[in-house]
């Protein structure tokens, strides 16, 4: 059984004014203790399973760690998971989000040597003016110097992250960013349209009428350079907000969209396992004291409906480019995909949201575009 590792580490130097992630500025002193705690996670965790297919780090930023405690951590992954050893088998996956800011050549060089083969590095704008309107602690430069760094370690595989529909962002600006990133050749890009979630300080800001967004037709061609550009650059767009070279998908996020399934550890960390959904503590004090108890395995979510189920499959798998499979629908609810969404996909693909095969449904560009509205209508 194919499955994927997510770590979670939720600790940064400054809370970037999107964020909604667990994560926290500010609390150094538990890092130590929070290392130690997400290792006796992976001991419990590793009695029931095989070695995941893919580890991916994220956070938060994993990089706001000291050198010595990051690698710990890897190297519990490694004793518990992996018999003591990362493999070197070029169908693994091992990915670390990384913040500019916060590695330096060294920091990029010990985790090559610990066994990480793929970095995501959070440049969200090469624009300093941006990267100060949106709380990163980095500049373009360092953002540069970051992935020739990266090189220099020897990773042969970077991602980058980039947003648009960012304050007082404009459309010149968000082209020069996608020129930028694709000048430094990275082999996968992420792009996504920022969203003002609850409980960030952008919010707070909206709710005072405070938040110079641009308007709709400003995003609107902000998203036609995205979908655009990038894959007559050679990024292949296989995922709403994804685009990468040729075999440089991200295989551990596939695995989410994909129906497969994935055990989280660490702080708010989510497990989708034996077909139940799971989450740890998403405080960090209390995730601590929960693993201080022997509680390892986080609270099941309330029980889902097999409608809700079959619904979640289908949005999943319709962010994908691949689609939803009809063959593994059939398999995995013992139902016929036409008898139960026959009339919503005739629907869309009468707009031409989408298109069917015999085994497939797929969104087109356009029911990219409003996918959102789409997977509403599954659920």
């Not at 091992?94 to 500019?100: I, M, S, W």
């Not at 709710?207 to 061609?221: Q, R, V």
């Amino acid at each position: 059984m194919k499955w994927g590792l997510y770590i979670h580490v939720p600790f940064c130097r400054q809370k970037c004014f999107y964020c909604d992630f667990p994560s926290w500025a500010g609390k150094d002193n538990l890092m130590e203790d929070y290392a130690e705690a997400i290792t006796a996670e992976f001991a419990q965790k590793r009695k029931a399973v095989t070695p995941p297919a893919t580890v991916y780090i994220g956070g938060g930023t994993p990089t706001a760690l000291p050198k010595d405690l990051l690698k710990r951590i890897i190297d519990g992954a490694a004793k518990y998971f992996f018999d003591g050893k990362i493999p070197t088998n070029p169908d693994f996956e091992f990915t670390c989000e990384v913040n500019p800011g916060t590695v330096d050549f060294d920091y990029l060089a010990m985790l090559k040597n610990c066994g990480v083969n793929r970095l995501s590095v959070g440049v969200q704008s090469l624009n300093d003016r941006l990267l100060k309107t949106i709380g990163r602690i980095h500049d373009a430069k360092t953002a540069k110097d970051c992935i020739r760094a990266a090189r220099a370690a020897g990773f042969k595989n970077i991602g980058t992250d980039i947003i648009y529909a960012l304050p007082t962002q404009t459309t010149d600006e968000f082209a020069a960013d996608l020129s930028e990133i694709i000048a430094l050749s990275p082999e996968h890009i992420s792009v996504y349209g920022l969203t003002v979630e609850e409980g960030t300080k952008f919010f707070a800001e909206r709710k005072k009428n405070n938040l110079p967004l641009p308007t709709e037709e400003e995003t609107d061609a902000m998203y036609a350079l995205m979908t655009e550009k990038l894959p007559a650059e050679g990024y292949n767009r296989y995922e709403i907000s994804n685009f990468a070279k040729k075999n440089y998908q991200s295989r551990h996020n596939l695995g989410y969209w994909q129906w497969r399934p994935y055990m989280g550890a660490g702080c708010g960390a989510h497990s989708f396992w034996g077909g139940e959904r799971f989450m740890n503590n998403a405080s960090l004090e209390g995730y601590m004291l929960d693993i201080a108890h022997g509680k390892f395995f986080g609270a099941r979510e309330s029980k889902r409906s097999e409608k809700d189920a079959m619904a979640e499959f289908c949005f999943l798998a319709l962010r994908t480019a691949a689609g939803v499979d009809k063959e593994k629908f059939a398999a995995e609810f013992s139902r016929d995909f036409d008898e139960v969404y026959g009339e919503t996909t005739a629907k869309f693909i009468e707009l031409g949201a989408m298109i069917e095969t015999k085994r497939q449904v797929v969104l087109t560009e356009l029911g990219m575009k409003y996918g959102n509205m789409i997977f509403a209508e599954f659920v």
